[in-house]
Nanobody, 121 residues
Framework: QVRLEESGGGLVQPGGSLRLSCAAS????????MAWYRQAPGTQRELVAT???????NYADSVKGRFTISIDNAQNTVYLQMNSLKPEDTAVYYC???????????????WGQGTQVSVSS
């Protein structure tokens, strides 16, 4: 099993910055990609950014130019640097990993428990 643990959430004023981290642990054979999602109250979970082990990244239009995703393959950790935060960025942020826990395991998605990000003055 692959376990994901997020950290770095909190309360920040509009225009401020936060850096989220997500570390994968447990039985890990290979991680193909990691991603950040978010879910605000009363809304569906939405994709924020993805990063593959090969270095490719992708962003939701709403965060392009403000957020940066990066992946440390050696540490099995993904980061989300969030700058110029807006009140509409307020949500629970979830980390996801597409991974194989053993060489024989199928590729599947794993999820963290989430970390709250609140942007308010």
């Amino acid at each position: 099993q692959v376990r994901l643990e997020e950290s770095g959430g909190g309360l920040v004023q509009p225009g401020g910055s936060l850096r989220l981290s997500c570390a994968a642990s447990g039985s890990i054979f290979r991680i193909s990609a990691m991603a950040w999602y978010r879910q605000a109250p009363g809304t569906q979970r939405e994709l924020v950014a993805t990063a593959t082990s090969g270095g490719s990244t992708n962003y939701a239009d709403s965060v392009k130019g403000r957020f940066t995703i990066s992946i440390d393959n050696a540490q099995n950790t993904v980061y989300l640097q969030m700058n110029s935060l807006k009140p509409e960025d307020t949500a629970v942020y979830y980390c996801s990993a597409s991974a194989k826990s053993t060489i024989l395991s199928p590729l599947r998605d794993y999820w963290g428990q989430g970390t709250q990000v609140s942007v308010s003055s």
